[in-house]
């Protein structure tokens, strides 16, 4: 998985990219489509995985912003209601087929509604074709953005995005407001921790059911912990993993989970960390205000 926004984990370590707009996102308004006939292409750097872009161009942009990156490109297909799918096309402009395995899966796939009122993280199977195939991650009518997150056999880890328009009747949802705790199926998750662009901030995940610590938090994907984080607007990507693996004598099972996290931009964001207990994943949603960095008063 592309690492665009460096973070570092604190029993973590993370993978990190940035996305938003069909193409390139615009880091402070608005998406924008890309320009028809010319995609942009190169890896941007911002982590220890980046690489430039070809031409410069993207030497300032975190990976995932674009459709198509390094000679890869994201492309939906076109498929019955119900379904969704995609291919991704290599250098040779053919279906590539040979992925690498990350976190337990060869391809990731992340979607969320640009309001950030819907978000999924589900992993497709692939034909042997190269088209992946899963049942429509988008539940509801609106815009949404889907980030495909996988790593070509030979090639470095790459994260491309693509809009998604769902039809039907749609009005934006206004994002809850700032909190420290966060619900889900009888399960309270607080955070703790402050976000500032620009530094390196630890954040704390505190899982309980009905009040009591939950220290036995099931391994998923390879982890006990998922992390993302959405700004909203642009669809500023994070996605974070902890560094270590369930067994390895050093990593516990909860109640906390710690991160170390670096954003590079103030803004308003949504969290989702996803994890697993009693045989269920499940997401708890914070929404975290990142003021303006105060790194040059200290």
């Given at each position: 998985?592309?690492?665009?926004?460096?973070?570092?984990?604190?029993?973590?370590?993370?993978?990190?990219?940035?996305?938003?707009?069909?193409?390139?996102?615009?880091?402070?308004?608005?998406?924008?489509?890309?320009?028809?006939?010319?995609?942009?292409?190169?890896?941007?750097?911002?982590?220890?995985?980046?690489?430039?872009?070809?031409?410069?161009?993207?030497?300032?942009?975190?990976?995932?912003?674009?459709?198509?990156?390094?000679?890869?490109?994201?492309?939906?297909?076109?498929?019955?209601?119900?379904?969704?799918?995609?291919?991704?096309?290599?250098?040779?402009?053919?279906?590539?087929?040979?992925?690498?395995?990350?976190?337990?899966?060869?391809?990731?796939?992340?979607?969320?509604?640009?309001?950030?009122?819907?978000?999924?993280?589900?992993?497709?199977?692939?034909?042997?074709?190269?088209?992946?195939?899963?049942?429509?991650?988008?539940?509801?009518?609106?815009?949404?953005?889907?980030?495909?997150?996988?790593?070509?056999?030979?090639?470095?880890?790459?994260?491309?995005?693509?809009?998604?328009?769902?039809?039907?009747?749609?009005?934006?949802?206004?994002?809850?407001a700032p909190a420290a705790t966060a619900t889900v199926d009888g399960y309270t998750v607080t955070l703790t921790g402050e976000l500032r662009p620009g530094r390196t901030n630890e954040l704390t995940l505190t899982v309980r059911r009905d009040g009591v610590p939950v220290t036995d938090l099931q391994p998923y994907l390879g982890a006990y912990g998922h992390l993302v984080a959405l700004r909203q607007g642009d669809l500023a990507y994070l996605h974070v993993h902890p560094d270590g693996a369930p067994g390895d004598g050093r990593t516990r099972p909860g109640p906390e989970v710690r991160f170390r996290a670096e954003v590079?931009?103030?803004?308003?964001?949504?969290?989702?960390?996803?994890?697993?207990?009693?045989?269920?994943?499940?997401?708890?949603?914070?929404?975290?205000?990142?003021?303006?960095?105060?790194?040059?008063?200290?």
């Amino acid at each position: 998985m592309n690492t665009a926004t460096k973070l570092s984990g604190f029993a973590l370590g993370l993978v990190a990219v940035v996305g938003a707009a069909y193409g390139v996102g615009l880091m402070t308004g608005p998406v924008a489509p890309a320009e028809s006939g010319h995609p942009t292409t190169g890896h941007a750097s911002g982590g220890p995985e980046g690489g430039g872009h070809e031409d410069g161009a993207g030497d300032h942009l975190p990976g995932g912003l674009l459709v198509s990156d390094q000679g890869y490109t994201l492309t939906p297909v076109s498929t019955p209601v119900g379904e969704f799918a995609f291919r991704v096309t290599g250098p040779d402009g053919h279906a590539v087929t040979a992925f690498d395995v990350e976190h337990d899966k060869r391809m990731h796939l992340i979607v969320a509604r640009r309001d950030l009122a819907g978000f999924r993280h589900v992993h497709p199977t692939m034909d042997p074709d190269g088209t992946w195939r899963i049942a429509s991650p988008l539940a509801e009518p609106g815009s949404w953005r889907a980030f495909a997150d996988f790593t070509p056999t030979g090639a470095k880890p790459l994260t491309l995005g693509v809009d998604v328009a769902v039809p039907g009747a749609f009005t934006p949802r206004t994002l809850p407001a700032p909190a420290a705790t966060a619900t889900v199926d009888g399960y309270t998750v607080t955070l703790t921790g402050e976000l500032r662009p620009g530094r390196t901030n630890e954040l704390t995940l505190t899982v309980r059911r009905d009040g009591v610590p939950v220290t036995d938090l099931q391994p998923y994907l390879g982890a006990y912990g998922h992390l993302v984080a959405l700004r909203q607007g642009d669809l500023a990507y994070l996605h974070v993993h902890p560094d270590g693996a369930p067994g390895d004598g050093r990593t516990r099972p909860g109640p906390e989970v710690r991160f170390r996290a670096e954003v590079p931009f103030a803004g308003t964001y949504r969290l989702f960390l996803d994890f697993q207990h009693g045989g269920t994943v499940r997401t708890a949603e914070f929404t975290v205000v990142v003021g303006a960095s105060d790194h040059a008063h200290d």
